[in-house]
Protein backbone atom coordinates (compact mmCIF):
# COMPACT_ATOMS: atom_id res chain seq x y z
CA UNK A 1 0.00 0.00 0.00
CA UNK A 2 1.39 3.43 -0.94
CA UNK A 3 1.05 6.17 1.62
CA UNK A 4 -1.56 8.19 -0.65
CA UNK A 5 -3.83 5.54 -0.71
CA UNK A 6 -4.14 5.26 3.02
CA UNK A 7 -8.29 6.30 3.55
CA UNK A 8 -8.81 8.84 6.59
CA UNK A 9 -11.35 8.50 8.64
CA UNK A 10 -12.66 4.79 7.21
CA UNK A 11 -12.65 1.99 10.18
CA UNK A 12 -10.68 -0.86 8.73
CA UNK A 13 -11.68 -4.45 11.02
CA UNK A 14 -8.01 -6.40 12.01
CA UNK A 15 -10.04 -9.20 13.22
CA UNK A 16 -11.10 -10.64 16.43
CA UNK A 17 -9.78 -12.03 19.91
CA UNK A 18 -11.49 -14.76 22.41
CA UNK A 19 -10.35 -14.12 25.95
CA UNK A 20 -10.07 -17.88 27.72
CA UNK A 21 -10.32 -17.93 31.48
CA UNK A 22 -6.75 -19.70 30.75
CA UNK A 23 -4.86 -16.96 28.63
CA UNK A 24 -6.28 -14.28 31.09
CA UNK A 25 -5.02 -16.37 34.21
CA UNK A 26 -1.71 -16.89 32.17
CA UNK A 27 -1.29 -12.92 31.19
CA UNK A 28 -2.07 -11.31 34.65
CA UNK A 29 0.26 -13.68 36.48
CA UNK A 30 2.98 -12.76 34.50
CA UNK A 31 2.84 -8.80 33.67
CA UNK A 32 -0.36 -7.58 35.70
CA UNK A 33 -1.08 -9.87 38.80
CA UNK A 34 -4.09 -7.81 40.67
CA UNK A 35 -6.34 -9.66 42.18
CA UNK A 36 -9.02 -9.11 39.92
CA UNK A 37 -6.62 -10.56 37.02
CA UNK A 38 -5.62 -14.04 38.68
CA UNK A 39 -7.50 -14.61 42.05
CA UNK A 40 -11.37 -15.89 40.85
CA UNK A 41 -12.54 -15.54 44.62
CA UNK A 42 -11.52 -12.22 44.90
CA UNK A 43 -12.36 -11.02 41.16
CA UNK A 44 -16.06 -12.29 42.20
CA UNK A 45 -15.49 -10.46 45.39
CA UNK A 46 -14.47 -7.31 44.32
CA UNK A 47 -16.95 -4.41 42.03
CA UNK A 48 -16.20 -6.51 38.27
CA UNK A 49 -18.07 -9.60 39.83
CA UNK A 50 -15.64 -12.01 38.39
CA UNK A 51 -12.56 -12.32 36.62
CA UNK A 52 -11.36 -9.80 33.77
CA UNK A 53 -8.56 -9.61 31.83
CA UNK A 54 -5.94 -6.75 32.03
CA UNK A 55 -6.19 -3.94 29.92
CA UNK A 56 -2.25 -4.75 28.76
CA UNK A 57 -3.99 -8.05 27.88
CA UNK A 58 -6.41 -6.34 25.47
CA UNK A 59 -3.75 -3.89 23.87
CA UNK A 60 -1.48 -6.38 23.61
CA UNK A 61 -4.11 -8.45 21.30
CA UNK A 62 -4.74 -5.50 19.27
CA UNK A 63 -1.04 -5.23 18.84
CA UNK A 64 -1.20 -8.53 17.77
CA UNK A 65 -4.14 -8.34 15.61
CA UNK A 66 -2.50 -4.89 13.74
CA UNK A 67 0.96 -6.64 12.76
CA UNK A 68 -0.54 -10.10 11.38
CA UNK A 69 -3.24 -7.74 9.00
CA UNK A 70 -0.04 -5.87 8.08
CA UNK A 71 1.67 -8.46 6.96
CA UNK A 72 -1.36 -10.30 5.84
CA UNK A 73 -2.65 -7.24 3.57
CA UNK A 74 0.40 -5.31 2.96
CA UNK A 75 -0.69 -2.16 4.77
CA UNK A 76 1.96 0.16 5.92
CA UNK A 77 3.82 -1.29 9.02
CA UNK A 78 5.39 1.54 11.04
CA UNK A 79 7.48 2.59 14.14
CA UNK A 80 5.48 3.78 16.98
CA UNK A 81 6.79 7.15 19.34
CA UNK A 82 4.46 6.74 21.83
CA UNK A 83 0.55 6.88 22.75
CA UNK A 84 -1.42 9.61 23.11
CA UNK A 85 -4.49 8.05 24.98
CA UNK A 86 -5.19 5.03 25.87
CA UNK A 87 -8.71 3.79 27.56
CA UNK A 88 -10.16 0.80 29.11
CA UNK A 89 -13.56 1.51 29.23
CA UNK A 90 -15.56 -1.52 30.40
CA UNK A 91 -14.21 -4.84 31.62
CA UNK A 92 -13.32 -7.79 29.26
CA UNK A 93 -14.55 -11.49 30.68
CA UNK A 94 -13.68 -14.75 29.68
CA UNK A 95 -15.31 -15.82 27.01
CA UNK A 96 -16.00 -12.13 25.78
CA UNK A 97 -14.73 -11.77 21.68
CA UNK A 98 -13.11 -8.54 21.01
CA UNK A 99 -13.42 -6.95 17.36
CA UNK A 100 -10.76 -4.72 16.68
CA UNK A 101 -10.54 -1.82 14.12
CA UNK A 102 -8.04 0.62 13.31
CA UNK A 103 -8.98 3.87 11.74
CA UNK A 104 -6.61 6.82 10.46
CA UNK A 105 -7.55 9.83 11.30
CA UNK A 106 -5.13 11.96 9.39
CA UNK A 107 -1.70 11.61 8.15
CA UNK A 108 0.96 14.17 6.89
CA UNK A 109 4.48 13.88 5.30
CA UNK A 110 7.55 14.81 7.16
CA UNK A 111 9.36 17.86 6.30
CA UNK A 112 12.23 16.74 9.04
CA UNK A 113 11.99 12.86 7.86
CA UNK A 114 12.13 12.98 3.82
CA UNK A 115 10.82 9.29 2.90
CA UNK A 116 8.48 9.09 6.08
CA UNK A 117 5.18 10.58 6.97
CA UNK A 118 3.11 10.55 10.11
CA UNK A 119 -0.14 8.92 10.78
CA UNK A 120 -2.66 9.15 13.26
CA UNK A 121 -4.34 6.46 14.37
CA UNK A 122 -7.84 4.86 16.46
CA UNK A 123 -7.80 1.57 17.71
CA UNK A 124 -11.50 0.48 19.07
CA UNK A 125 -12.04 -2.83 20.29
CA UNK A 126 -16.21 -4.16 20.91
CA UNK A 127 -17.34 -6.55 22.55
CA UNK A 128 -19.84 -9.04 21.29
CA UNK A 129 -22.25 -6.85 22.57
CA UNK A 130 -21.62 -4.09 21.08
CA UNK A 131 -19.56 -2.27 23.55
CA UNK A 132 -16.59 -0.12 23.21
CA UNK A 133 -13.84 -1.58 25.73
CA UNK A 134 -10.64 -0.77 24.31
CA UNK A 135 -9.45 2.93 22.46
CA UNK A 136 -6.57 3.91 22.06
CA UNK A 137 -5.29 6.94 19.86
CA UNK A 138 -1.61 7.56 18.62
CA UNK A 139 0.54 8.56 16.28
CA UNK A 140 2.94 5.91 13.42
CA UNK A 141 5.35 6.92 12.05
CA UNK A 142 4.75 5.51 8.74
CA UNK A 143 7.99 5.33 5.51
CA UNK A 144 5.96 6.43 2.31
CA UNK A 145 6.52 3.65 -0.78
CA UNK A 146 7.14 5.22 -3.91
Not at 71 to 79: N, P, Q, V, W, Y
Not at 88 to 114: C, E, F, H, M
Not at 125 to 138: E, F, K, L, S
Amino acid sequence: MRFDDIPIDQPVAIGTHTFTREAILEFARAYDPQPFHTDEAEAEASHYGGLIASGWHTAAAWMRLTVDHARTHDTLAGISPGIDEIRWLKPVYPGDTISYTNTVRSKRLLASRPGWAIIHNEAIGTNQAGDVVYRMIGPVLVPVAG
